[in-house]
């Protein structure tokens, strides 16, 4: 199947039950942002079918989480094979509905079938564990049950990875999930989400639309968990929702993470690793490098170093020989222009880009940019941008960079260049951010927990931490020749009452 023919199967529809079902709600014209061309549109899900979904969800999760871990496992392993599979038309159809590089596209497809396959043995390593017992002859342990229906609410920048990093820990868990998708990359995720057929019907589904579709999500009585990735303002408001209703949550919400390099750094390296972490997936990264802290000794040679490098991406339609897509709609196009004209206004100077590519007439492209002598307190260092900027700021000492770096809101990713071992161990423990690198920007690892402090989020994804969001732990004690335990029931020993006088 091409990727036109599947935008054309898919648009308007859902996946309730395992089956498209259309939605029956209002349309949405979806947009390729690199042509600016209309390439399908998607529904707004109506509230029957929400319930609907969550109906099905829960009655195929009661069988799923009674089934053994080492044929989950197994399923879970055919839906990773299957992506794999697919990894051609679904990257295609990812770049043409969202902007990225055909490269980037295609790594996402791999490290989701990872993700996958990860989760497939890790969930059956470890389901508890045995206690020393409190008493003589009994049987003290834990065990781990599913939460029941999860709800995945995504963004559009990594749709598929931060897909699977959820779903696979909540499957391999035992539980049924539903998937609310970006309305920019709702499409992709239908396809891509086939690959789930090895598993029951209905396990997992996907339901489309806005916010009021999430909404009803997260506040249905018969959904168990929320895990939400996007902007804070609506991460609190799951937050809240989710408190208010005591069910758990997974929030993970905004990034402003500072790069540090300071002079003992290999500045070339340093320079091509900060303009990977700033312009990767035209800086739509939640832990894209944001604010940058160089020292004066070397602030010179690595912003021109910087700008080298920058000069040197090639920006265009995904499936082409580019380095950098355009931004994923024009609402973040005209957002991020804004962002780039305060900063301008501000006293930034422009090193490098600083607007549109002249050459390319349609599509929603922007030019990587780098920007110097940026003040401390300048917005643009202060509030997250999520597109191709590199704001440079001076700073005299590590002292004061680790300063700036966590006078922040957020508190997600950092990076530091630095050959000083004890700056190194500085960084990794004085930095308040949830994750910590070292000469090694944006690298993520299945078996370790990615996520935020602060108002990036709470929660983890990945590792074992990452697969805890999804179950409950119970405590379980047995006494399996069921003694009297004397030791603490009634009636109370005479030499354990008050020995003082007796009350009148």
């Keep these: 199947m091409s990727a036109t023919a599947a935008f054309n199967e898919l648009s308007g529809h859902q996946r309730i039950g395992g089956q498209l079902v259309r939605a029956s709600g209002q349309s949405i014209a979806v947009i390729d942002p690199a042509t600016e061309e ?12 929400v319930a609907q979904s969550i109906a099905v969800a829960n009655a195929v999760q009661r069988a799923w989480r009674k089934l053994n871990h080492h044929r989950r496992a197994e399923l879970l392993h055919e839906v990773a094979r299957r992506m794999i599979a697919d990894r051609p038309l679904v990257a295609e159809m990812l770049t043409r509905e969202m902007g990225k590089p055909y ?12 993700a996958v396959d990860y989760y497939a043995e890790v969930a059956r390593h470890e389901n508890g564990k045995v206690l020393g ?40 868990s035992g539980n049924a999930v539903i998937i609310k998708p970006s309305e920019l990359t709702t499409l992709t995720t239908l396809r891509f989400v086939e690959a789930f057929d090895a598993l029951p019907g209905g396990l997992v589904q996907v339901i489309t639309g806005g916010g009021a579709v999430g909404k009803q999500l997260v506040e ?7 895990a939400f990735t996007g902007g804070i303002e609506t991460g609190r408001r799951i937050a809240e929702s989710c408190g208010r209703l005591y069910k758990r949550s997974l ?14 750094a290999p500045l070339d390296v340093a320079a091509r690793g900060a303009a990977f972490g700033a312009f990767l997936n035209c800086g739509q990264v939640c ?10 000794r070397i602030y010179s040679e690595f912003a021109e170093r910087l700008v080298h490098h920058t000069a040197k991406i090639r920006v265009g339609n995904g499936l082409d020989q580019v380095d950098m897509g355009p931004l994923a709609s024009q609402r973040e196009l005209a957002r991020y222009l804004r962002i780039l004209e305060a900063a301008d206004d501000g006293g930034a100077t422009t090193l490098t880009g600083g607007g549109r590519p002249a050459q390319l007439k349609k599509g929603w492209f922007v030019q990587p940019t780098v920007l110097g002598d940026v003040s401390a307190d300048a917005p643009i260092m202060n509030d997250e941008t999520f597109g191709p900027v590199a704001p440079l700021c001076i700073v005299r000492s590590f002292d004061e960079a680790l300063t700036l770096a966590n006078r922040s809101r957020y508190g ?3 990076t530091v260049y630095t050959l000083d071992l004890d700056e190194s161990m500085r960084a990794v423990n004085e930095l308040e951010a949830g994750m910590v690198w070292v000469n090694a ?31 409950h732990t119970k405590l379980s004690m047995i006494d399996h020749a069921a003694q009297p335990h004397d030791f603490w029931w009634f009636p109370y020993s005479s030499a354990e009452a008050y020995p003082g006088k007796p009350r009148e």
């Excluded at 209309?38 to 079918?49: D, F, K, M, N, Y």
């Excluded at 929030?251 to 003992?264: C, K, L, Q, R």
């Excluded at 996520?451 to 179950?471: A, H, I, T, V, Y």
């Design 103 to 114: 490269k980037e596209s295609f790594d996402e497809v791999s490290w989701s079938a990872s």
């Design 412 to 414: 997600l990713g950092a």
């Design 133 to 172: 017992p409190a008493v003589d002859g009994q049987f003290h342990f834990t065990t781990k049950d599913p939460l029941g229906v999860v709800v995945i609410i995504l963004p559009f920048n990594y749709p598929l990875c931060l897909l699977c990093w959820q779903a696979a820990a909540a499957l391999a």
């Design 441 to 471: 920007p944006l690298l993520d690892n299945d078996a370790g927990p990615f996520g935020g402090r602060k108002q990036s989020g709470m929660g983890r994804q990945l590792g074992s931490e990452g697969l805890d969001m999804f179950r």
């Design 220 to 226: 249905h009585p018969e959904t168990h968990m929320i």
């Design 251 to 264: 929030i993970e919400t905004s990034g402003n993470d500072p790069f540090i390099v300071m002079p003992s």
């Design 287 to 296: 832990a894209a490098a944001e604010r940058f802290y160089i020292h004066e």
């Design 38 to 49: 209309r390439i399908g549109e998607i529904a707004e899900a109506g509230s029957g079918e």
